[in-house]
């Protein structure tokens, strides 16, 4: 597809990265001939230097031609106006970030009158990611499907779990419970585990479970759950304010400390549930007196990387609390991921995921878009929509599945299917796979091609 992304800083520049390595042909847009000079050096990408809300710079970059225009300046205003601008020059798709905590009521309104194809709010949607895990303590990651109805959930086993020197198939006969196993990474690779698979402590799982089984499941092999009811979060920024506004809705108390005065100010009457502390975050007697060795979860959200780690660090080491560290760059990735803080919040990375979501459902051959997409560790989680084909209603013990690909669960009208070998698809329904193969547009990229399938024995 033919796309111009607006704005490139911190995520547009991982779009850029992202969108090209897909093999999207791509034109950049941004007012800096330093920053446009880096991209288009290091990617194979076309670049306009100038303001996204012009229409000569439009025209420029080829709008006439556009198939997705995507909006990610540092201004709202600019991001809303330049898929205005685009949308009536060339009726493209267009995708705005709006960051503003005032527009995020009025999204729909907004989308809907200014025509755009999607608006997203970085920090709402990191947002939700957090409190997802905190509702899952024992997660180290947690996906979410079918409208939030099916949760794939990303586990550790620790030394002396149950599970470790168990082969796959034996999981649910020795514990009496009904997991799916979807995949395991192990030492940087990741597998799609058949039967025969030896769990080892260490590795990470990813699992699907039904939500009656969870604790009694988590407690057989040895991870420890308990409901978290309080969180402490450093810095007060709009992915705490979002945070913090879903915790209280859910009944877990929140402290954040804050060293900008104004700030908190504003904080005490948006947010009158919570405690807001005016104080430097990384004063270590401050994180004392306030709590931190019995808080629940406690959420790094400075604005400088080194901080964050430096506050996980130090919480991990005077604490239980759920660790939560917010990273904006991506320099030091190996390093930072070998480092005991927790799970690693990467709102630039939220938001090329939802519009990488976007792009492959634009890109579907045969009807079946993809409805939600998950990028992990070396494999991708995606939601496909059935439509009419022909393999609707023909068993999946005999579908032509491709040998890196999982199907984990069908959603069936709200009916959750962990599929078995005389399960069949249906039009309307939407499935859950699993697979190293990276790239997958549509449910047509599960299956094995034609001339493979005919090789087969």
């Known amino acids: 597809m033919r796309i111009i992304i607006v704005g490139c800083g911190k ?3 991982a779009l850029a990265e992202q969108l090209s390595g897909e093999g999207h042909d ?21 670049s306009v230097c100038g303001s996204g809300t012009s229409y000569h710079v439009l025209q420029n970059a080829g709008i006439e031609d556009c198939d997705l225009l995507i909006a990610v300046t540092a201004h709202d205003e600019i991001n809303l106006l330049s898929c205005l601008i685009a ?5 493209c798709h267009t995708i705005a970030r709006v960051r503003d905590p005032e527009y995020v009521s009025e999204v729909g309104f907004i989308r809907d009158e200014l025509g755009l194809s999607m608006v997203i709010n970085p920090e709402l949607s990191t947002a939700r990611v957090v409190s997802r895990l905190i509702r899952f303590p024992s997660a180290i990651g947690v996906s979410t499907f079918a409208k939030g109805r099916i949760e794939l959930l990303d586990i550790r086993l620790p030394s002396g779990s149950r599970l470790a020197g168990m082969p796959v198939c034996e999981i649910n006969a020795s514990l009496h419970t009904h997991v799916l196993l979807c995949m395991v990474r192990r030492a940087g690779t990741t597998f799609i585990p058949k039967g025969d698979f030896v769990l080892q402590a260490g590795d990470d799982i990813t699992i699907i479970i039904p939500p009656n089984e969870q604790v009694y499941f988590f407690e057989k092999i040895g991870v420890p759950h308990s409901h978290i009811g309080s969180a402490m979060l450093v810095g007060g920024g709009k992915i705490s304010f979002f945070l913090a506004g879903i915790l209280l809705s859910s009944g877990i108390s929140v402290k954040i400390i804050e060293n900008r005065l104004d700030r908190c100010e504003m904080l ?11 104080g430097d975050g990384t004063d270590r007697d401050l994180l004392d007196e306030e709590g931190l060795a019995t808080c629940g979860a406690f959420i790094a959200l400075t604005g400088m990387d080194e901080e964050n780690i430096l506050l996980a660090l130090h919480a991990g080491r005077h604490s239980k609390a759920k660790l939560f560290t917010k990273i904006n760059r991506v320099n030091f990735e190996e390093v930072i991921e070998s480092l005991p803080i927790g799970t690693i919040i990467r709102p630039k990375q939220t938001t090329a995921d939802l519009i990488s979501q976007y792009t492959r459902a634009m890109q ?11 990028e992990l560790r070396g494999a991708e989680a995606l939601e496909f929509r059935v439509a009419a084909h022909d393999l609707t209603g023909v068993p999946l013990q005999d579908m032509p599945i491709r040998p890196d690909v999982l199907l984990c669960c069908i959603n069936r009208r709200g009916k959750r299917i962990i599929p078995r070998g005389q399960d069949m698809l249906q039009e309307g329904d939407t499935v859950i796979v699993v697979s190293t193969r990276q790239g997958m547009n549509d449910l047509q990229d599960i299956f094995l091609p034609r001339e493979t399938e005919e090789q087969r024995p």
């Open 87 to 91: 949308r009536k020059a060339s009726g």
């Open 26 to 46: 791509l034109t950049l847009i941004d007012l800096s001939e330093r920053r446009l000079e880096e991209l288009t050096t290091s990617l194979d990408v076309d």
């Open 268 to 278: 005490s009457e948006l947010l009158p549930g919570a405690t807001i502390i005016h």
């Open 364 to 374: 579907n051959s045969m009807g079946s878009n993809v409805e939600t997409l998950h």
């Open 11 to 13: 995520v547009g520049s």
